[in-house]
């Protein structure tokens, strides 16, 4: 059993929600990235999303694009990303990563190279934006084979028959998106959310999470009433974005802990 499916399973027998925390890989700074990641398990983190650092981010909004560009300007690629979930794993081997991005740096570094370094770092799945599921079926039996999940997107406005194309190819969790925009956008309809998940739910065989749009406790609780997990990405980069360097890392464990609290009422 992978480590995400080992979460979402002991997480279901104590009748709890996965809580999903995003953030951009060398924002503020490289060497910041580490103590980041284990100030979200800190704070209550079942899997951290990581986001790898990109100049062409179509998913994300302006909170997540100047992430990026504050990343970029350090120079931070893909290999120094799998590097830094590797330094992780010294300390923490049991809290599952998954790595966010876009199609270009895996292609870039080629796909048998990456999928070998993610796994050899202690990566435990990959979403990638912008690989469909008709151009990325190889692509996912690579990461099988290599013990990463893939993991897909689902929008609101994705057909029931192409839920069923995607959820056979995806592994882990499925992340639905909880709204029609980019992330950080606001506008979340909580009834339209439960209606979406349900008929998930009743073609996917795998845990639901939904992000995009959650920026507080009290959403993410009502949110994770009816999914198996909640994503929080733009919110939490925005605090590391009000923070100084050196007081990031307190902030943003004391703002997820808040959301951890609000999901374990």
């Known amino acids: 059993m992978s480590r995400i499916a080992s979460v979402f399973a002991t997480l279901k027998t104590q009748g709890r929600k996965a809580l999903i925390p995003f953030i951009t890989a060398g924002d503020p700074a490289p060497d910041k990235t580490v103590p980041l990641m284990h100030a979200l398990v800190a704070g209550g983190a079942d899997i951290i999303e990581l986001g790898v650092p990109f100049s062409d981010p179509m998913a994300d909004g302006p909170t997540i694009q100047r992430a990026s560009e504050r990343a970029l300007k350090y120079g931070v690629g893909l290999h120094d990303v799998l590097a830094m979930v590797a330094e992780f794993r010294l300390i923490n081997t049991a809290t599952p990563v998954v790595l966010m991005g876009y199609a270009n740096p895996i292609e870039a570094m080629g796909w048998d190279r990456f999928c070998s370094e993610a796994a050899s770092a202690g990566l ?140 374990d009422k």
């Open 124 to 263: 435990d799945g990959v979403l990638t934006v912008d690989y469909p599921p008709e151009e990325s079926a190889e692509f996912a039996a690579k990461c099988a084979a290599a013990g990463l999940d893939n993991i897909y997107l689902l929008a609101p406005t994705t057909p029931d028959a192409r839920i069923e194309a995607i959820t056979r190819l995806a592994h882990g969790f499925v992340y639905y998106v909880s709204l029609k925009g980019v992330t950080g956008a606001a506008n979340l309809d909580l009834a339209e959310v439960a209606a979406k998940v349900g008929a998930i739910r009743a073609r996917a065989g795998l845990p639901v999470g939904v992000g995009f749009g959650i920026r507080d406790g009290e959403t993410a609780r009502l949110v994770a009433n009816v999914a198996d997990a909640v994503v929080i990405g733009s919110r939490i980069v925005q605090e590391i974005e009000n923070s100084s360097p050196d007081k990031a890392a307190e902030n943003v464990q004391n703002f997820v802990a808040g959301v951890r609290a609000a999901l």
